[in-house]
């Protein structure tokens, strides 16, 4: 499974009410795997849809869920939004990961069957 599927299958695991988007960019491949995992007429979960995330996005999350890019993690601290951090690469990543969990401004999945989501 992608670090997307693990995530995605512990979010349904969750016991408190939650809304899930998973915005899938161009990958088809992976929104029809991530359909597997959540089933179609799931109506707590939105997607996953095949489109960007746009200049808009922010005013819907209340956290965000992936992996620490440069980008990603600029974007998340300036709308002030926690992250869950998964599977994060050698290098820049994992030195963003690492700044924001010291920070207090994210937590990390790890990838293996704890389920403490």
């Known amino acids: 499974m992608s670090p997307t599927e693990i995530a995605v299958s512990r979010l349904m695991q969750l016991k408190h009410d939650t809304q899930t988007i998973v915005i899938c960019g161009k990958n088809e491949e992976l929104q029809q795997r991530v359909t597997g995992i959540v089933g179609a007429d799931n ?3 939105q997607g996953p849809r095949l489109q960007r995330p746009h200049a808009r996005t922010h005013e819907n999350l ?3 869920v ?4 440069g980008l990603t ?7 002030g939004l926690p992250m ?4 994060p690469i050698p290098g ?16 990390k999945m790890q990838r293996d069957d704890d389920h403490s989501l």
Do not use: M, W, Y
């Open 84 to 87: 869950v951090i998964i599977s």
């Open 43 to 45: 109506p707590s979960f």
């Open 66 to 69: 992936g992996k620490p890019g």
């Open 62 to 64: 209340r956290s965000f």
């Open 92 to 107: 820049q990543e994992e030195r963003n990961s690492d700044h924001l969990l010291e920070d207090g401004a994210a937590i």
């Open 73 to 79: 993690t600029s974007e998340s601290l300036a709308c």
